[in-house]
């Protein structure tokens, strides 16, 4: 089975830095993916990360401690159009493989 | 980059109906294509892997007579509700994994049940 934590809800203001922390517990690790949902739409790819260290795009960075079982978004110079949810996602080798997400995190970013 | 279809949109249909939902992908062959479920300000739920040319592989607590999949092609898998209850009223959304082991999803379906 697996287990993926991820706060609830959070609130930054537009310019500033937010890091949206995921812990997960899962069998058969097979990489960990961002995804960011905008209400009633599907999910967009964000980043995916199956080694340690930090992975850079931009705005967006993720980072991920498989000793750990640990992740996290960062999101610098934040933007009105950032509000939206994210989603952190563990791939895992169970047979096959299968994606299975967190509950998401609804950042909400102010003027 | 890579896109997936699904269709329709949104579907209203009395209880005891069935809906067929499809899901196709565009420009690549999807060998495994996945089905998601989404209550209003809830994640994403794994219902089912679709295996092409195979069975589906249900999620535990999903009902696989209930929720029917067929993934006859390369590029289309269905999910057919039997059957539709009010409970059954949700956001019911495609993937299918693309390059780079991403998940490209489709626009989503929400169903609504009568």
């Known amino acids: 089975g697996q287990n993926i934590d991820q706060p609830t809800e959070m609130t930054a203001t537009e310019g500033a830095i937010v890091q949206i922390n995921c812990t997960y517990q899962t069998s058969g690790f097979n990489g960990l993916f961002w995804y960011q949902q905008h209400a009633g739409e599907a999910p967009t790819f964000l980043s995916y990360n199956v080694l340690d260290g930090l992975e850079e795009k931009g705005r967006f960075s993720s980072f991920l401690s498989r000793s750990k079982g640990y992740s996290y978004l960062l999101l610098k110079e934040l933007q009105m159009k950032d509000s939206a949810s994210y989603l952190c996602?563990?791939?895992?080798?169970?047979?096959?493989?299968?994606?299975?997400f967190g509950a998401g995190t609804r950042l909400f970013v102010k003027a | 980059g890579a896109v997936v279809s699904q269709h329709p949109s949104w579907v209203i249909c009395k209880s005891g109906t069935s809906v067929k939902i499809e899901c196709r992908s565009l420009?690549?062959?999807?060998?495994?294509m996945f089905w998601y479920r989404q209550f209003p300000k809830q994640s994403l739920m794994l219902m089912a892997t679709s295996n092409e040319g195979s069975k589906a592989t249900y999620e535990q607590g999903v009902e696989k007579d209930k929720f029917l999949i067929n993934h006859a092609s390369l590029t289309l898998s269905t999910l057919t509700v039997t059957s539709a209850h009010p409970e059954d009223s949700s956001f019911y959304i495609c993937?299918?994994?693309?390059?780079?082991?991403?998940?490209?999803f489709g626009s989503g379906t929400q169903l609504s049940v009568l």
């Open positions: 993937s299918a994994k693309g390059e780079g082991e991403k998940l490209f």
């Open positions: 420009d690549f062959q999807a060998t495994t």
């Open positions: 996602a563990v791939r895992e080798k169970t047979g096959g493989f299968k994606t299975i």
